[in-house]
């Protein structure tokens, strides 16, 4: 009898365990504030990025996913002779990601690992218009707290910090932040 009371406990694990781990995928929606700091002088963009999101829940409490975003709105300061816009053209993630459960359906977690992010930049100065290219790599990490609509469906909030952009800012002293929150959409398989 024991050993049937502990069988079927050792079931139940396993299945509640399998339950919570696999594949999952879904989209994401950020809102990164370049921000940049030039001695007195601050100056933000805010963006648009939209990203394809997918992942392997190896353990209940770990997972690894990787995302590929495209930028879809770029910002601007300045007028038509004079101004600086910024796009992202596209970027990609990878995250270790751990979670834990708050109650039935609220979930929070931590994500870091390696991200990289193309950007566009153009400028005009007294109707001079340039255009340039340029990348950042390094080190990501965020926070977000999940809410499962169905036992397959999530959503979350996150708070997702990227490298700061600074390959051309050194010499003048400033550097480029990139942070900002976004809402996710995941479904697990």
Do not use: C
């Not at 990348?135 to 809410?147: D, T």
């Amino acid at each position: 009898m024991l050993k049937r009371i502990m069988f079927t406990a050792l079931m139940i694990t396993t299945a509640a365990q399998a339950a919570d781990q696999g594949f999952y995928a879904g989209v994401a929606m950020h809102r990164p504030s370049l921000e940049l700091s030039v001695g007195p002088v601050d100056v933000s963009w805010d963006l648009t990025t939209l990203s394809a999101l997918g992942g392997y829940q190896y353990h209940p409490n770990f997972a690894i996913e990787g995302r590929i975003a495209t930028g879809i709105n770029n910002d601007s300061i300045g007028d038509v002779s004079d101004f600086a816009e910024i796009g992202i053209d596209r970027g990609y993630s990878v995250f270790a990601k751990a979670n834990y459960e708050l109650g039935t359906a609220v979930e929070v977690y931590a994500l870091a690992g390696y991200d990289y992010t193309k950007y566009n930049i153009e400028g005009a100065m007294d109707g001079f218009v340039e255009s340039t290219d340029t990348s950042e790599s390094g080190f990501a990490y965020g926070a977000g707290m999940s809410y499962a609509l169905t036992p397959a469906f999530n959503v979350a909030l996150e708070y997702l910090v990227r490298p700061d952009l600074s390959d051309d800012m050194d010499e003048v002293g400033g550097k480029f932040s990139n942070r900002g929150l976004g809402l996710t959409a995941t479904y697990k398989f």
